[in-house]
């Protein structure tokens, strides 16, 4: 059966509706019942980050290319996830994930591997966050959020009590990247004011290229500042190393977070 100009390899569903994988030229996508794809996966290179908004999440290792505890909202295909492992022998990672049916369709159809460096847990991210930072003294050098459904952005991963709690798990040099759905533009302003505030404006921003998507950073209070050249130096090494074009991150940053760049990037 076809279906979004692909073959239709794997459907099923649960109470928040339909989880399908198509297969389309070598690629692999996850779709929740629309057009949208949630994941991509190269079948002939399934630990490569094929979608433009997960190569441009990997803007993160500009500011920590070794990062050891790493908590996630959202799997989806759990490509960010086994791209990570794959590429970080040291990490620890633990996923919280809404939908247990996406786990297992990451699993039996992403390749999402049982490793001893991995947890996923069943539950929301929200209330996840809101629990254990009022509990818990474990802190995250790293936190990945990607959080989405058919409709868009997870509003549950969008309040200033949210980032909040991710400030209060994060290390005080951790890092936070967060996927933003661009084109709703009063949500994304609500997002981008809620971050600001909590993380003290402290925040950078990217936009990926031919996407809605833009990729919010917030950095903890003892984050060190980071000249541009800096950057510029560690991009050409990322990019040796990781086939990602790094350089252009660096461009992007610059461009566009002309208000914050100061409190991030020396120039």
């Not at 794997?10 to 794809?37: N, P």
């Not at 290319?65 to 295909?77: E, H, T």
């Not at 200033?160 to 994304?188: Q, S, V």
């Not at 990926?208 to 998507?213: A, I, M, T």
Request: charged residues 25%; proline residues 3%.
């Amino acid at each position: 059966m076809y279906k979004y100009e692909g073959l239709l390899v794997h459907q099923t569903y649960d109470e928040l509706g339909t989880i399908e994988v198509i297969d389309t030229k070598g690629e692999r996508a996850l779709h929740f019942g629309s057009h949208s794809r949630q994941s991509t996966m190269l079948l002939a290179e399934p630990n490569q980050l094929n979608s433009l908004y997960a190569q441009a999440m990997m803007g993160l290792l500009l500011f920590n290319d070794s990062p050891k505890d790493i908590l996630m909202i959202g799997l989806g295909g759990g490509t960010i996830t086994k791209f990570l492992l794959h590429q970080f022998s040291e990490c620890k990672i633990k996923v919280i994930e809404y939908r247990s049916n996406v786990l297992k369709v990451a699993r039996s159809h992403f390749q999402l591997p049982m490793d001893p460096r991995l947890k996923v847990k069943i539950g929301c991210g929200g209330e996840y966050v809101a629990t254990q930072s009022r509990f818990t003294e474990d802190k995250h050098d790293l936190m990945v959020i990607d959080a989405f459904d058919h409709q868009g952005m997870a509003l549950e991963v969008s309040s200033e009590h949210f980032f909040d709690g991710c400030r209060t798990l994060l290390k005080e040099n951790g890092l936070l990247a967060i996927n933003l759905w661009g084109t709703n533009k009063d949500l994304f302003r609500e997002v981008t004011w809620n971050m600001g505030r909590v993380f003290e404006w402290k925040i950078l921003f990217l936009p990926v290229r031919k996407r809605g998507n833009i990729i919010g950073f917030a950095f903890g209070k003892n984050t060190p500042k980071y000249s541009m050249h800096q950057l510029r130096e560690k991009a050409k090494q990322l990019e040796q190393q990781y086939q990602l074009d790094f350089p252009h991150f660096v461009k992007e940053f610059k461009r566009n977070n002309i208000s914050v760049l100061n409190n991030i990037i020396k120039k």
